[in-house]
């Protein structure tokens, strides 16, 4: 491939690719000069690159753009359905899998009960895993496999720590990518998420925003300039542990008094029980139920967590200064009992000149986490290529994807 630029370097190579894709997969369709003077990168790099793919069938022609004179500019589009990425969030009491292709679009989606203690739990997590992706097509070809989980991964030594499922010091993403041969990656679930809202969703055109999930525990994903703060360690985004009540109930990490010991699901039912809204066979559905049927002390319940909630997104507010907070997670369904007493508190507590930043509430879809575990995959088909070895693992099998039949070079 002389006409590249440094054809001597692979590794130039392997980034001007990466970069050129990456630039299809999130601002196309674009035209190939587009991404030449958005790139810094010589038209001939650009047309060899981009001929490469076009071969490969995993980017199309998407329109010819109208040019006043001279031959009209091809705008290059992804073909989304190219090749396929598995995800997997889980749960404390089951896991939830989904198919999806290139552009992040849902192709099949799973759900298995898990049970995270004793020994044999990977083992039953991997058997579980292998079913589904031994029925699957093989076509598209399927690029890996993303695990979301609650819990600090730190990526330096690929150990998960996740006191919500009780793993400490796990090498989840090395097991299972033994137990599957495939790449495997994993991520705390909720910056999963954000990563997904990120490329695909609601954050896509903003660089610096929140995602606040609220359901059993309380999560947090960072985005700023564009890309998620880990912290160091991985361990950034622990927002239900900061402390709402000095000296409180003890919470599931060992402290006394965190955010998620006054706004998590087992907290609000612990209360109820305390009150004899529910019985120890009744869970969070019976209490929403409770609400939207008018029993007061259910109202009350929802409306404390609410003012909880609204204090403590405003002090997050008042710290990192986002464009946009969302607020995600399975505890969204009860917003309707929450939501106006977290708008006052949050309105009280933000700083003035900050008060404009809009707070917004996604509806609770399982399979949107999932699919954010299954970005972990599509994203590293464009990242560095000296991010780890998985990533260029990924990377060798979107190439080998075979040429698809009708494709218009
Ligand atoms: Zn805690």
């Known amino acids: 491939m002389s006409s590249y630029r440094?054809?001597?370097s692979g590794h130039t190579r392997d980034l001007n690719r990466s970069a050129i894709f990456r630039m299809i997969v999130t601002?196309?369709?674009?035209?190939?000069?587009?991404?030449?003077?958005?790139?810094?990168?010589?038209?001939?790099?650009?047309?060899?690159?981009?001929?490469?793919l076009l071969d490969q069938g995993i980017v199309r022609v998407a329109e010819r753009a109208p040019s006043k004179g001279g031959r009209p500019a091809l705008l290059l589009e992804l073909v989304g359905g190219a090749a396929s990425a598995f995800g997997v969030k889980i749960a404390p009491d089951h896991i939830f899998g989904v198919r999806v292709d290139l552009?992040?679009?849902?192709?099949?989606?799973?759900?298995?009960?898990?049970?995270?203690?004793?020994?044999?739990?990977?083992?039953?997590?991997?058997?579980t895993l292998g079913d589904w992706i031994r029925q699957l097509p093989g076509d598209p070809p399927l690029l890996g496999v993303g695990l979301g989980v609650a819990g600090v991964f730190d990526g330096r030594t690929g150990?998960?720590?996740?006191?919500?499922?009780?793993?400490?010091?796990?090498?989840?993403?090395?097991v299972v990518q033994e137990a599957l041969g495939l790449p495997v990656f994993v991520d705390n679930d909720v910056n999963t998420l954000a990563v997904a809202e990120r490329l695909y969703g609601r954050g896509h055109d903003v660089e610096n925003f929140l995602t606040v999930t609220i359901g059993r525990g309380v999560g947090l994903g960072i985005?700023?300039?564009?890309?998620?703060?880990?912290?160091?360690?991985?361990?950034?985004?622990?927002?239900?542990?900061?402390?709402?009540?000095?000296?409180?109930?003890?919470?599931?990490?060992?402290?006394?008094?965190?955010?998620?010991?006054?706004?998590?699901?087992?907290?609000?039912?612990?209360?109820?029980?305390?009150?004899?809204l529910l019985d120890e066979q009744q869970g969070i559905e019976r209490l929403r139920e409770l609400a939207r049927e008018g029993q007061l002390q259910a109202r009350q319940i929802f409306h404390d967590a609410g003012t909880q909630l609204g204090r403590a997104v405003a002090d997050l507010v008042n710290v990192l200064g986002p464009e946009l907070v969302l607020v995600s997670g399975e505890g969204t369904q009860a917003w309707s009992y929450l939501g106006d007493a977290f708008a006052a508190a949050y309105e009280t507590n933000v700083f003035p000149p900050l008060g404009t930043v809009p707070v917004e509430v996604d509806?609770?879809?399982?399979?949107?986490?999932?699919?954010?575990?299954?970005?972990?995959?599509?994203?590293?088909?464009?990242?560095?290529?000296?991010?780890?070895?998985?990533?260029?693992?990924?990377?060798?099998?979107?190439?080998?994807?075979?040429?698809?039949?009708?494709?218009?070079?």
């Not at 000069?33 to 010589?42: D, E, P």
Request: with cysteine; hydrophobic share 40%.
């Open 159 to 174: 150990t998960l720590d996740s006191p919500l499922l009780g793993w400490r010091g796990l090498k989840l993403a090395q």
């Open 363 to 409: 509806p609770w879809d399982e399979s949107k986490w999932a699919i954010g575990a299954a970005t972990l995959v599509l994203r590293s088909t464009f990242g560095a290529p000296l991010d780890n070895d998985k990533g260029e693992s990924v990377r060798a099998r979107l190439e080998a994807v075979a040429p698809a039949a009708g494709v218009v070079a």
């Open 223 to 276: 985005v700023t300039g564009g890309d998620i703060y880990r912290g160091f360690g991985g361990g950034a985004g622990e927002f239900g542990h900061t402390t709402a009540v000095a000296d409180g109930a003890l919470c599931t990490c060992g402290k006394h008094g965190c955010l998620e010991t006054v706004v998590a699901d087992p907290a609000l039912i612990a209360e109820a029980r305390r009150l004899g």
């Open 27 to 52: 601002a196309g369709p674009i035209a190939r000069t587009q991404i030449a003077k958005t790139l810094g990168l010589s038209p001939a790099t650009v047309t060899a690159v981009t001929r490469e």
């Open 103 to 127: 552009e992040a679009q849902l192709m099949q989606h799973y759900e298995a009960p898990f049970d995270p203690s004793g020994d044999g739990a990977i083992e039953r997590l991997t058997e």
């Open 6 to 8: 440094t054809a001597s």
